[in-house]
């Protein structure tokens, strides 16, 4: 990991590569940063992220926790505290968990992390995570429903309906299966953070399918919230990063998008996933208490209409 990824017009190297999905982080040649952040917006210099114990003693759920957003989510929760951790991944993601658990045994050896490979297109699976969750720690502080999956398609007549219901059954129905079952078993003051995205707002024209799911959380996220903030005390908000440097990218995008990758945006390049993971500790901690309903907008600078 270098500063330098955050210099403007920064193109991650290897960007061009072609992986298979979901993606995996040990196979980038540029790795993605989970604790540093730029000193300024593009200057190529960066400071370590400082914790200040704004998670102690909770216990969080993350989904897509191997890598890319949901690993700098895990490491961030680690520092700032949080006894527990339990990662949901894939199991051609093995690799890539192991990693993110040995740099959490490193740097917060006090919080315990949870593996768990499993299908969130199911819904016992994603029932059986959460039960997982509350065997293991007796408590759930936090939900981020961050795992999801695109595949850039230029053209509607070449979307098939079965990618259109596999984007579907992962981005929103595993989300609402999770969220059902998380808000039994949460008590007052916990909170649940969506993983959105800034193509809902500016609509990716080769992302229709994945980018009505994001619409769809987005809606999910304000009707949930005015539901359960004041009969259950639980916050719900949702986070709509821009173009973050993860595996996804790699696996997903059309070279074209990987070749310019970011530059594009008012801040002149990609987002790190450490950009992003600060949002969710906000909104995870008590910092964010009057807030519910809500989407944060890491996405270097793109305007938008929320």
């Known amino acids: ?51 200040a114990g ?18 700098a989510i895990a490491i961030l929760f680690a520092l700032e505290g949080c006894k527990g951790l339990v990662l949901s991944y894939l199991k051609e993601e093995q690799k890539d968990v192991d990693g993110t658990i040995e740099i959490i045994r490193k740097k917060a050896p006090n919080t315990r992390v949870v ?16 039960q997982r969750v509350i065997s293991e ?18 053209k509607i007549e070449d979307l098939s309906p079965q990618q259109w219901r596999d984007t579907f059954d992962l981005n929103i129905h595993g989300l609402f299966y999770l969220t059902q079952e998380a808000v039994k078993n949460m008590k007052p003051g916990s909170t649940i953070i969506n993983n959105a995205s800034v193509n809902h707002f500016i609509g990716k024209p080769e992302l229709v399918d994945y980018t009505a799911t994001k619409g769809a959380i987005i809606a999910f996220t304000r009707a949930l919230s005015n539901q ?13 990063p821009g173009p973050i440097w993860t595996p ?4 997903t995008m059309t070279d074209a998008d990987k070749k310019e990758f ?29 807030i519910s309903g809500s989407t944060l907008h890491p996405n270097g600078g793109v305007m938008t209409n929320s």
């Open 137 to 154: 720690f007796g408590q759930l502080d936090c939900l981020c429903n961050n795992a999801g999956t695109q595949m850039a398609v230029e």
């Open 115 to 130: 593996a768990v490979a499993t299908d969130l297109r199911k819904e016992a699976n994603a029932r059986e995570l959460v």
């Open 54 to 71: 704004k998670l102690e003693g909770k216990v969080a759920l993350i989904t897509g926790g191997d890598s890319g957003i949901g690993r």
């Open 262 to 290: 970011g530059v594009s945006t008012p801040i002149g390049r990609g987002g790190q996933p450490s950009e992003v993971a600060t949002s969710s500790v906000f909104l995870a901690s008590p910092d964010s208490s009057y």
């Open 1 to 51: 990991m270098s500063a330098q990824q955050f210099a403007k017009d920064h193109v991650p190297a290897g960007s061009t590569q072609d992986q298979p999905r979901p993606g995996l982080q040990h196979k980038l040649e540029e790795e993605p940063t989970n604790t540093l952040l730029p000193a300024a917006p593009n200057s190529g210099t960066a400071v370590e992220y400082r914790a």
């Open 228 to 240: 359960i903030v004041g009969r259950l005390g639980i916050r719900v908000n949702a986070v709509a």
């Open 248 to 251: 996804l990218i790699v696996a």
